[in-house]
T-cell receptor
Framework: DGGITQSPKYLFRKEGQNVTLSCEQNLNHDAMYWYRQDPGQGLRLIYYSQIVNDFQKGDIAEGYSVSREKKESFPLTVTSAQKNPTAFYLC?????????????FGSGTQLSVL | DQQVKQNSPSLSVQEGRISILNCDYTNSMFDYFLWYKKYPAEGPTFLISISSIKDKNEDGRFTVFLNKSAKHLSLHIVPSQPGDSAVYFCAASAPRDMRFGAGTRLTVKP
């Protein structure tokens, strides 16, 4: 059963702590994305990657980091430099990363600050 | 800057009637438009899309209309069913740029 798996579903971060959100896909898609959703706002792009070992910043990359060492995996680290990390984080993938493709989303991770 | 706007945060309709969800965009470079549906505690799922070379695309009960001159698209659901109750996001894309609206919560009452 192909899809995108995000874990954990809920995550709590202490002040000054880095946390990593996992995203794995078995769809054999080249492109992967991380979005952030805040109440009353649309999804905002944090980072995206179209091929292994390459990724690009989105609109709100400050305070975040990513890696793409394997095609299947695109973890997102929320660093202590991200001052307002509380949000719902969505990982997505698409076949090639072109503008006319639909995205496949995971079920999301809710990050909260303790 | 909100390049894609869904001005109605919520919409309530009676089962069997038509639901019309609206979306406006500002960037004329957008040439592909998508609608996604999201249930609570799940990620969005793709619903329907339309290219800028068309003004209408239909898939079963769902139809998307695009008015390029007005930079406006709408999603029509006919007839609406209680299972359609969800948050609907519109998205607009250009090469290396996809923008999402804030979503409209649709409630279909039995």
């Amino acid at each position: 059963d192909g899809g995108i798996t995000q874990s954990p579903k809920y995550l709590f971060r202490k002040e000054g702590q880095n946390v990593t959100l996992s995203c794995e896909q078995n769809l054999n898609h080249d492109a992967m994305y991380w979005y952030r959703q805040d109440p009353g706002q649309g999804l905002r792009l944090i980072y995206y990657s179209q091929i292994v070992n390459d990724f690009q910043k989105g609109d709100i990359a400050e305070g975040y980091s990513v890696s793409r060492e394997k095609k299947e995996s695109f973890p997102l680290t929320v660093t202590s430099a991200q001052k307002n990390p509380t949000a719902f984080y969505l990982c997505a993938s698409s076949i090639r990363g072109t503008a006319d493709e639909k995205l496949f989303f995971g079920s999301g991770t809710q990050l909260s600050v303790l | 800057d909100q390049q894609v706007k869904q001005n109605s945060p919520s919409l309530s309709v009676q089962e069997g009637r038509i639901s019309i969800l609206n979306c406006d965009y500002t960037n004329s470079m957008f040439d592909y438009f998508l609608w996604y549906k999201k249930y609570p505690a799940e990620g969005p799922t793709f619903l329907i899309s339309i290219s800028s070379i068309k003004d209408k695309n239909e898939d079963g009960r769902f139809t998307v209309f695009l008015n390029k001159s007005a930079k406006h698209l709408s999603l029509h659901i006919v007839p609406s069913q209680p299972g359609d109750s969800a948050v609907y996001f519109c998205a607009a894309s250009a090469p290396r740029d996809m923008r999402f609206g804030a979503g409209t919560r649709l409630t279909v009452k039995p």
